[in-house]
């Protein structure tokens, strides 16, 4: 028979799925002694009212432990404690997981130091050990590591949508800080349509009627829906669209020559404008650059507001009015998403979009 325990209950706050909260509550028994190795499980019904899941989610828990080496199932006698949980794959096993990055991708800069960082820091809280590995091509080799593979995807150019959902046939992958339209991959982003509307809206507030934007590449997600919303809150405000003050770089973090010269001479024209929302912080300098070399002021002359807020940006000459994006949060919630899908070998993954901040500053005034 079967000793009697009690499993405390899952957190009905908490944002992990119920069934991998309920593998963690009967780990943690296992972990403590609650449940010694060859110890008998209480039956799947009375371990969904103490856990206070339903009884297909409680099995669906026990199914997975009972696949990772934690448990043994004996046909018309119940479930057991393996003997030797101690040494079996589940307490030793590590996950990998495969961070795909395009080799044209600097690692270094803010955005992806930040997002880095904050994979690593997740996986480094977890008891479970975790493999991070970097991988440039879209491929896969799970005989190369022990057990299953993983992928992040961060923010891969859309021409790529076709070779990533081919990749997230057989593994379970996420791209991190992009979104592909329409796609069947799960994303993790923040709300990038949103923070081109809330830069619009903080100029237009202040009186300014004649506002460019300069945007990065527009096939990368998040570069396109920065542009797609900064103009479309141009149109609900009833400005006018001007195509001279929508200039898209070809790189994220440079202003190629022809968007330069094409700043250039927009700030140069009698009805030149008075404000510039920047897709990026790198974009924004370059910006910044450009007005200066013009002979403006900022903010008297022309206003400037960028997007993403790395430590540096509050101490510009004006600091930087920008769009702040939860990068670490968004990390946090792209490993959990990959790890509990490795866990449980259930691949289906929540897409989420985190919403952006204004961070109102000195660069920013009144027309």
Same mark, same amino acid.
């Given at each position: 028979?079967?000793?009697?325990?009690?499993?405390?209950?899952?957190?009905?706050?908490?944002?992990?799925?119920?069934?991998?909260?309920?593998?963690?509550?009967?780990?943690?028994?296992?972990?403590?002694?609650?449940?010694?190795?060859?110890?008998?499980?209480?039956?799947?019904?009375?371990?969904?009212?103490?856990?206070?899941?339903?009884? *297909?989610?409680? $099995?669906? @828990? #026990? /199914?997975?432990?009972?696949?990772?080496?934690? =448990?043994? &199932?004996?046909?018309?006698?119940?479930?057991?404690?393996?003997?030797?949980?101690?040494?079996?794959?589940?307490?030793?096993?590590?996950?990998?997981?495969?961070?795909?990055?395009?080799?044209?991708?600097?690692?270094?800069?803010?955005?992806?130091?930040?997002?880095?960082?904050?994979?690593?820091?997740?996986?480094?809280?977890?008891?479970?050990?975790?493999?991070?590995?970097?991988?440039?091509?879209?491929?896969?080799?799970?005989?190369?590591?022990?057990?299953?593979?993983?992928? *992040?995807?961060? $923010?891969? @150019? #859309? /021409?790529?949508?076709?070779?990533?959902?081919? =990749?997230? &046939?057989?593994?379970?992958?996420?791209?991190?800080?992009?979104?592909?339209?329409?796609?069947?991959?799960?994303?993790?982003?923040?709300?990038?349509?949103?923070?081109?509307?809330?830069?619009?809206?903080?100029?237009?507030?202040?009186?300014?009627?004649?506002?460019?934007?300069?945007?990065?590449?527009?096939?990368?997600?998040?570069?396109?829906?920065?542009?797609?919303?900064?103009?479309?809150?141009?149109?609900?405000?009833?400005?006018?669209?001007?195509?001279?003050?929508?200039?898209?770089?070809?790189?994220?973090?440079?202003?190629?020559?022809?968007?330069?010269?094409? =700043?250039?001479?927009?700030?140069?024209?009698?009805?030149?404008?008075?404000?510039?929302?920047?897709?990026?912080?790198?974009?924004?300098?370059?910006?910044?650059?450009?007005?200066?070399?013009?002979?403006?002021?900022?903010?008297?002359?022309?206003?400037?507001?960028?997007?993403?807020?790395?430590?540096?940006?509050?101490?510009?000459?004006?600091?930087?009015?920008?769009?702040?994006?939860?990068?670490?949060?968004?990390?946090?919630?792209?490993?959990?998403?990959?790890?509990?899908?490795?866990?449980?070998?259930?691949?289906?993954?929540?897409?989420?979009?985190?919403?952006?901040?204004?961070?109102?500053?000195?660069?920013?005034?009144?027309?």
């Amino acid at each position: 028979m079967s000793r009697a325990i009690t499993l405390p209950p899952i957190d009905e706050h908490d944002p992990t799925p119920k069934y991998l909260q309920a593998q963690k509550i009967v780990v943690d028994a296992i972990r403590s002694g609650e449940l010694s190795p060859g110890a008998k499980l209480p039956s799947t019904k009375d371990i969904s009212a103490q856990v206070s899941v339903s009884l *297909i989610t409680a $099995h669906k @828990a #026990l /199914e997975a432990l009972v696949a990772s080496g934690w =448990l043994r &199932r004996e046909t018309g006698r119940g479930t057991y404690v393996r003997q030797d949980v101690a040494l079996t794959a589940a307490s030793e096993r590590s996950l990998s997981v495969a961070i795909v990055l395009d080799h044209h991708a600097n690692i270094n800069d803010y955005y992806h130091s930040t997002i880095l960082e904050g994979l690593r820091q997740e996986a480094r809280s977890g008891e479970q050990r975790v493999e991070l590995f970097f991988q440039e091509r879209l491929t896969l080799r799970s005989r190369e590591r022990k057990g299953e593979i993983g992928a *992040i995807c961060i $923010h891969p @150019a #859309l /021409e790529y949508q076709s070779e990533v959902e081919h =990749l997230a &046939r057989n593994h379970p992958v996420l791209v991190l800080g992009g979104a592909f339209p329409n796609g069947s991959v799960s994303c993790v982003d923040c709300d990038n349509r949103s923070g081109g509307r809330q830069a619009v809206q903080h100029v237009f507030e202040l009186g300014h009627r004649r506002i460019l934007v300069v945007s990065g590449p527009t096939n990368l997600s998040n570069s396109r829906d920065r542009l797609d919303g900064a103009v479309a809150e141009i149109a609900s405000s009833g400005l006018p669209t001007d195509t001279r003050d929508l200039i898209m770089s070809a790189d994220s973090v440079v202003l190629d020559d022809a968007s330069k010269q094409g =700043l250039a001479a927009r700030l140069g024209a009698a009805d030149r404008p008075t404000a510039i929302v920047a897709g990026g912080f790198y974009l924004a300098l370059a910006a910044i650059q450009v007005v200066r070399a013009a002979g403006l002021s900022i903010p008297q002359d022309v206003s400037v507001v960028g997007f993403d807020d790395p430590a540096s940006a509050p101490l510009l000459d004006p600091p930087l009015t920008t769009i702040r994006q939860p990068l670490t949060e968004m990390s946090s919630r792209a490993y959990t998403l990959i790890r509990d899908a490795l866990t449980s070998g259930d691949h289906r993954m929540p897409s989420s979009q985190l919403p952006t901040e204004l961070v109102i500053r000195g660069s920013t005034a009144p027309a």
